[in-house]
């Protein structure tokens, strides 16, 4: 079945420092790839998505590459700030399917 | 504003009761979806809906139920069969099409607490 799986956290970070989350994922077919974003005490709000293969989501300075060839989609920020302290979770989802899988999410804490 | 709205935010139940949770969506989505999510785990699917009066099981659906009598509402009841329902829950909502990109909205979570 399909799967995704995340490096595991929590990974601690200064201020301005570089973020790189790792996904791969296990899929027939071709999938759409999302980050989510989940803050303390709320639920998840889409952070960027992928349609296909090569394509760059992006959003709030946030960046991952749709990578077939590897079966990845690794998130990255080029300087965190303290407000990007949240658990990302990596997605897949099918056509046929129309319901997400989730990787198990990864905890980043920036400090100032 | 459109959005998701679940209640309660908390909730407190002694074993052997059953527990509903409500979710209700003003986005007009044709899916709903309830998830359940642990400390240090990702979520799993318990229950989605496609469509009013249909819905299917999810990976981890024993123990819970649900309804949709009304395109906007999509409760989930805890049963007492559930053995574990310590939890988050989380509800969420899409619109359904072939586009494969399926971007879902969530609500801020219920958190349930067997005493």
């Known amino acids: 079945g399909d799967s995704v799986t995340q490096m595991e956290g929590p990974v601690t970070l200064s201020e301005e420092a570089f973020l790189t989350i790792n996904c791969t994922y296990t899929a027939t077919g071709y999938p759409s790839l999302f980050w989510y974003v989940q803050y303390p005490g709320e639920g998840l709000q889409l952070l960027l998505k992928a349609t296909k293969a090569d394509d760059k989501g992006s959003n709030k300075g946030f960046e991952a590459t749709y990578r077939k060839e590897t079966t990845s989609f690794h998130l990255e920020k080029g300087s965190v700030q303290v407000s990007d302290s949240a658990v990302y979770f990596c997605a897949l989802d099918k056509a046929a399917g129309n319901k997400l899988t989730f990787g198990g999410g990864t905890r980043v804490l920036v400090k100032p | 504003d459109g959005g998701i709205t679940q209640s309660p935010k908390y909730l407190f139940r002694k074993e052997g009761q059953n527990v509903t949770l409500s979710c209700e969506q003003n986005?007009?989505?044709?899916?709903m979806y309830w998830y359940r999510q642990d400390p240090g785990q990702g979520l799993r699917l318990i229950y989605y809906?496609?469509?009013?009066?249909?819905?299917q099981k999810g990976d981890i659906a024993e123990g819970y139920s649900v309804s949709r009598e009304k395109k906007e509402s999509f409760p989930l009841t805890v049963t007492s069969a559930q053995k574990n329902p310590t939890a988050f829950y989380l509800c969420?909502?899409?619109?359904?099409?072939?586009?494969?990109?399926?971007?879902?909205?969530f609500g801020a979570g219920s958190r349930l607490t067997v005493l």
């Open positions: 986005l007009n989505h044709d899916a």
């Open positions: 969420a909502s899409s619109k359904t099409g072939a586009s494969g990109a399926n971007v879902l909205t």
């Open positions: 809906s496609q469509i009013v009066n249909d819905f």
